[in-house]
């Protein structure tokens, strides 16, 4: 229907291909530039809110309390290593197509336990 | 090594080429002359005819039997594509690259250019294109874009998005790849394509197997009509293989690209190590990235509705045996069945035309555009970034996407100016945004062109 | 805890209920409206008018782009239901509610509820209901019930029946817990239903999700016609969304009726412990449960019969391959389809009705009075039965199918009045025989209204 | 097609609704004591009967055979407490879905052996 | 033992054929009298009026649920094929007769007849023939011949064809044994069938369930139209199940045919151990099987292509996960749905004919030929090879295909004669070649009848 | 359509029927025959000539390299061993209908290396 607009396109170069292109380009920017607005500022402020309140709760000065931002982890480094040396020794993993950062270490968490959510009905 | 390997590539492409020009171009004249000086011509050729009955019967019966095997069928057309198909094969097994869609697409060729016996229009329901196939009914997938969605959908459920959202400002240069997809379609509206096919061509630049076929059999799948009334070309087939094979031929492609752009005191550039993601991080970013990108560009929700929702499968913690299914089972069938017909989908008759040499060349041009586009948006975001925080251009072609290839070329490139800076985590970023961005460049063609 | 958990759920219903009176009953009125008075009234909206050539180059084309993004089209029913969407993945992932489903359905939610440019009647093929879209070609296995039966194969080829054959009075549990399924149907009559539309609505009564689907796309699919030449409506979504929420809920729903109906001495009642059972009548009971049940309900064939394949082909012992790709590939794959595009079938537009809020309503009915049906009947059993060989009635609950959710209730309830008192075992049984039982009342009420 | 007997339905409430309710509610309870009757009497006595020829085959005394009914087994016991062990500690079995009682022991079976069949032909 | 096993199964074949004689035969004549005098003629029977509407409320209930169930729409036949379906599920469990097919398929059976209500042609979407039925979708892929190719897919991505490679001449035994198919097919057009249905037959005896259904569905579907106008028979349901019931009997059939056409000196014949084979070899094998077999036999394309493409999936060595998923998720799904609705197909109004009963004492000879053809081409091939190098006439029997279970009975038959004697490994080679060389053969026929 | 050729074969036996029986035949062997050809002598040959080049290279006498044909392993007769050791065991391979020699020794191969591949580019 509306290549209607680009009609004479193929002729010499209607300036709706111009548009679309500008456009296009413009939305894709625009696009990820939201998303990466949103993880970067809004939920990052939601998440360190979240934090913070848990910390007051605890009575922890919630300043002391880390925000989401700066959480660093060894864990991640270890995660990096373990990637690259399964990259460069061809496990499973790398065969099969699965790009995944690797927690070295589990720990236990509420949210995994089906007991915990059992008992407590 | 590498050179060799590289002009063991080259020279492949050249003697295809060559030998295509020699054999092919003839043979299709040839054939185009005879359909239009229509089915008394053929009639000339040695060939079975059902109602000459005066032979009987052994010698008849081989006579028949003889009209109906590839040798009596075979055209040069049919050898080049076995040829190609053949070089899929091997570069697939010898270089390992993208074996998973090169083998399939290159058996699909063989199987594709069995010459099958079709004379007066007869159906044997064998090829592809012949209604009652199994062929047939498995391309249907392709056709009606069913099978993409599927694929995208066990991609998100293999996708750890971890260092986008520990560093999301490397969503910008998954963004920047994609100007490979407009420039492309520009040059192909100047090479006389129709605005949908030329859009369809553009999204080669994308380096996404997946959308490419989707777009294509959205936009140029031979079924849509122009203003004009003129229906637009079949081009799925040819789109398809050319984004595949040079996906393939990133390791290829890209470095000399990137060494030319780039001073070896960029590419010596280390990067802050990303910080830690938290699991309600991770569950969140598919479940948004689903909300603003398809708000933003609601034509990509089949591509990227899939992907963020295998993504919120795997990243639930709770579905895990759907996520393993769908990363597993559910994408290997569909890959067989797509690699499949893509590649059957390339019979010689409907694949050796011009606008497939065309397309080889606007894919190169777009794959080239694109990976010189990630690598000046890192070097322009430099000069924005404080000292300390600075981006390594070397991870700047990953945003053409190409999963994972683009990222390991990354690496690799990185490893040779400084043996310990390991780009592979940082390259990852680029890399899966530039799925998403060229799913939304996808979209809107889509919304402009479908 | 539980009562924090149980309120956390009441304010979210409220909350939801509150703002569909406030902004999507306006808003649907409004639409309705606009359809009653034609393509003129919306003509007054800002939207995309491809004729409309006056404006020229970047600003036309960003319009044109605005009038196919989500923001441009967006109702305040989108919101609700991506709001529901949302709530259906947090309670499979905070609470693991029948995750398997809530995640899938959830997402499927939001991803039919971005807002799709559809103005005169234009086909963008995005939409569920949108024909050549994706969704709409993996909606035909609900839309024809194929998918239904296909995890009533993997259920088939998961379950175990030994309970049931070594305490073979259960069955009736299962039996009696159908009770809820025809009042609910009364009741449907009652607020206005058509006859088939009325024994669909009653199946939720069932707590199989997949029956419920099943019976609702041959008895209330828009299709089929009245006996005075309307047809009926289409209430797969609504019914299918009621039927597994209250699934999830079953955690919620039940311990109260439970409690309300046993006296502590009932809930403490010790059931023998189950007898060996062999491989032989294993072997056998899938195979004359389907001779048996399917002679008497030739209607419930496509569900009962796959049940027990799925079993027979678990309990041969000779196919264990084929009962484990059963068990796990196929049915994840029907699972992550039927999640989706159930989901994605709750459309603003065709979903936010006056129906879909009767449903539900019928449906909470249906899960108490099934819930209570089941808890009685134990009891009335017991009057008959022999001191030392009574049913603890907190079992009775677990005939509602729900499998294995309800099958929890009842240990979890039996361990809070005696520690040492597990019921899980026992509960398998009517658990089971719940699934039989709904299949059987779903045929009868094919055959009455199909 | 019969709908047309619940044609007023909508209305009043067609005696054919209460006879869909009562006979539907019927045939459910009446399939149920089918099967029930099926398994709890006649096949048990088909298996009974063939475990008595076996006995006196081999010599036993038919009153001694155990019956059908009455086999109990620590086996069953033990898978009991398996499967709550599992389903409280969240084995792969439960979060599959998988519901089993699984035999602890397993005994060697002439049916599972392919060798056995194959070395007699 | 053996022969016990041997006598058990005669005995149920006779039991089957003495009931059939006795009760179907009357039974199917009564239904077709009743057929030709017209519809007043059933009118007699007690059946469902829905007209009749003078009883009211319970009874009348009741009176029209009872027209619905099995009870009352029960024939003969029926019964019979349950009988010939719990039949099939015994011996696949208790003897493990080709357990992965017999299972579905005996299950099959009993599903496909339950008794439905279908008076005055009425469509309870149920039974397998009934359009909008979820069995009839399912059967759709049988039809179309659509399951059989990716069966082979799957064999091709389990098969090794190191002992071919090792050893080509044994790729004779394979071509030996599809003499059988081609006896049989004049056997079936001098008992009157036309040559399309004698074609489909003859497929019978190649010993391969895939390609039988194949064939028929191409050849013997009920649609295609004879010189004459008439249509030919649907013949997928009798052929399918005779080839698979006589590939279970395979370890019945064989051995007495080749005891007697061998002595004993035959007998003891040790084969030179097979050489090595090098993974360039396994690569090539089926790259250029597939482009040899296919041009000599274009039909054959979607059997061998699918077979040759495993292969390829499965040697590459870069594409194990495909070849796995092909070998496994993919092959279960596909046997589950081709074995439940090929057994299905079996409703006995349309199996219980004579042309079934002739099709199945084809199919006995068939395999009889075929295994006779097998054994002696390898006593001929012995004439000409050299001392130290024979061929162990006790593995021409394997041509047949009916993997593995023709290679087995190899085995176990040459250590019946010497313990010591492995021919296992050397009776595969005729094995996988038995299964090409029947697909030639059917591609054969495709391209001589299709 | 060329069942027209057939047409009279229902009632007599038209002499095609025959024709189709030894064509068929005839076609069957000769594509087996085809294939054994290939593997046989054509691959065999251009396999031996790469080895002998190879061999060459190496300045190793080609005559003394081993040819393609005579390649004989102890590592097949383990494989055989090992089938049958399976077969006759049951294990899974065998269960699952998968038939396969397995090289019992797994020798490093460059062909297996994504390492080697990526390192050298
Ligand atoms: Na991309
Ligand atoms: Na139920
Ligand atoms: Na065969």
Redesign the interface.
């Known amino acids: 229907m509306h290549t209607l607009l680009l009609a004479g396109a193929a002729a010499g170069l209607d300036p709706l291909a111009w548009t679309i292109v500008v456009v296009g380009i413009s939305i894709v920017f625009l696009s990820l530039l939201v998303v990466y607005f949103f993880f970067r500022y809004i939920l990052t402020y939601i998440l360190n809110f979240k934090l913070k309140s848990f910390a007051r709760k605890k009575g922890i000065d919630p300043a002391e309390a880390q925000t989401a931002r700066t959480i660093q982890s060894g864990e991640v480094n270890a995660a990096i290593a373990m990637a690259l040396y399964q990259y460069f020794n061809e496990l499973h993993d790398v065969e099969s197509g699965v790009i995944t950062i690797k927690r070295v270490s589990r720990n236990y968490s509420p949210w995994s336990s089906k007991l915990y959510n059992m008992n407590n009905l | 090594?590498?050179k060799r390997?590289t002009w063991t590539i080259l020279a492949l492409l050249v003697i295809t080429s060559l030998a295509w020009l020699a054999f092919v171009k003839p043979e299709h004249d040839r054939q185009k002359a005879q359909t239009e000086t229509g089915i008394e011509a053929s009639a000339a050729l040695p060939q079975y005819q059902?109602d000459n009955?005066t032979e009987?019967?052994?010698l008849?019966?081989?006579r028949?039997?003889w009209a109906?095997?590839?040798?009596r069928?075979?055209t040069s057309g049919h050898l080049i594509m076995?040829l190609v198909g053949?070089i899929f094969?091997y570069l697939?097994?010898?270089?390992?690259y993208e074996?998973?869609l090169l083998?399939?697409i290159g058996?699909?060729i063989?199987?594709g250019n069995?010459?099958?016996?079709s004379d007066g229009g007869?159906n044997?329901?064998?090829g592809i294109y012949q209604q009652?196939?199994?062929?047939n009914?498995?391309y249907f997938g392709v056709l009606?874009?069913?099978y993409p969605?599927l694929i995208f959908?066990g991609i998100g459920a293999?996708?750890?998005f971890?260092?986008l959202?520990?560093n999301?400002?490397l969503?910008?240069l998954?963004?920047?790849a994609?100007?490979g997809?407009?420039?492309t379609?520009?040059g192909a509206?100047?090479l006389?394509?129709?605005?949908?096919e030329?859009?369809a061509i553009g999204i080669i630049g994308g380096a996404d197997g997946p959308t490419a076929i989707f777009i294509s059999s959205?936009l140029a799948n031979g079924m849509n009509l122009?203003?004009?009334g003129t229906p637009v070309k079949n081009l799925i087939g040819p789109i398809a293989i050319a984004a595949y094979s040079y996906m393939a031929l990133v390791?290829v492609i890209q470095?000399p690209i990137m060494r030319l752009l780039t001073n070896r005191k960029e590419r010596l550039i280390r990067m802050k190590?990303?910080?830690?993601?938290?699991?309600?991080?991770k569950?969140?970013?598919p479940?948004?990235?689903?909300?603003?990108?398809?708000?933003?560009?609601?034509?990509a929700?089949?591509l990227l509705?899939m992907l963020?929702?295998g993504n919120?499968?795997k990243e639930?913690?709770?579905?895990?045996?759907?996520a393993?299914?769908?990363?597993?089972?559910?994408i290997?069938?569909v890959?067989?069945m797509i690699g499949?017909t893509v590649g059957a989908s390339t019979q010689a008759d409907v694949f050796l035309t011009k606008e497939s040499i065309l397309i080889f060349a606007l894919g190169a041009a777009a794959f080239a555009i694109a990976t010189t586009a990630g690598v000046l948006f890192a070097k322009t975001m430099n000069i924005f970034l404080p000292e300390g925080d600075k981006i390594n251009p070397l991870i700047g072609n990953s945003g053409v996407s190409a999963?994972?290839d683009s990222a390991?070329?990354s690496?690799?490139e990185g490893l040779k100016a400084d043996k310990t800076n390991?780009l592979?985590?940082h390259a990852?970023g680029p890399n899966v945004?530039g799925v998403?961005?060229s799913a939304?460049?996808a979209g809107?063609?889509?919304?402009?062109?479908?």
């Open positions: 090594m590498a390997k059902p009955q009987e019967g052994f008849a019966g081989l028949q039997f109906f095997t590839g040798f069928n075979v076995i053949l094969i697939a097994i010898r270089y390992e074996p998973l083998v399939p058996t699909g063989l199987i069995i010459p099958i016996f007869m044997l329901q064998v009652g196939s199994v062929l009914y498995l009606k874009g069913v969605p959908l293999m996708t750890d971890s260092s959202i520990s999301p400002r969503l910008l998954g963004a920047a994609q100007v997809i407009f420039i379609f520009i509206l100047l006389g394509f129709a605005p949908p030329a859009g959205r122009l203003a004009d390791p470095p190590p990303p910080r830690a993601v938290t699991k309600t991080e569950i969140l970013f479940i948004f990235g689903l909300l603003l990108t398809c708000f933003i560009s609601p034509s929700l089949p509705g963020f929702f919120i499968l639930s913690g709770v579905t895990k045996r759907l393993e299914t769908a990363r597993t089972s559910l290997d069938i890959n067989i499949l999963v994972p390991r070329v690496e690799v390991h592979l985590m990852m945004a998403i961005g939304i460049a809107i063609m889509l919304s402009y062109l479908g």
